[in-house]
């Protein structure tokens, strides 16, 4: 219980619920892909550590990471990534960061409306 309280304060999105909260719909998507990520990192599932190694190898490299996203996290965006291009292009670390700006602007939009 207490990594799955650790996850979760690293989060903006998703804290825990069953179903996405109302007042959060515009960032359904980002809550889904936090809801995911938790679990995943909670299972340690061998395809999510998989993943993980493919993001760390082929996409980040020696690259830094976007600083306020973990990086499992960033490992499902370039997944997503790769999946709507259809593989047509490599996912860059360019693409996870514009990915993470989008997250990172959602939330803090989401902010600026529950004020």
């Known amino acids: 219980m207490e990594r799955a309280q650790e996850l979760l304060r690293q989060t903006r999105f998703y804290k825990g619920e069953k179903n996405c909260p ?53 490992a499902i965006f370039a997944s997503r990534i790769a999946y709507w291009s259809g593989g047509r292009e490599p996912v860059t670390m360019e693409d996870v960061r514009q990915f993470c700006d989008k997250y990172e602007q959602a939330y803090a939009e989401l902010q600026a409306t529950a004020k």
Do not use: C, H, K
Not at 48 to 69: A, C, H, K, N
């Open 22 to 74: 109302e007042a959060i719909a515009q960032g359904a998507n980002y809550w889904d892909y936090e809801r995911v990520w938790v679990n995943w990192e909670l299972e340690q599932d061998e395809e999510y550590l998989g993943m993980v190694q493919w993001f760390q190898t082929e996409i980040q490299q020696d690259r830094p990471l976007y600083p306020s996203v973990p990086v499992g996290l960033q």
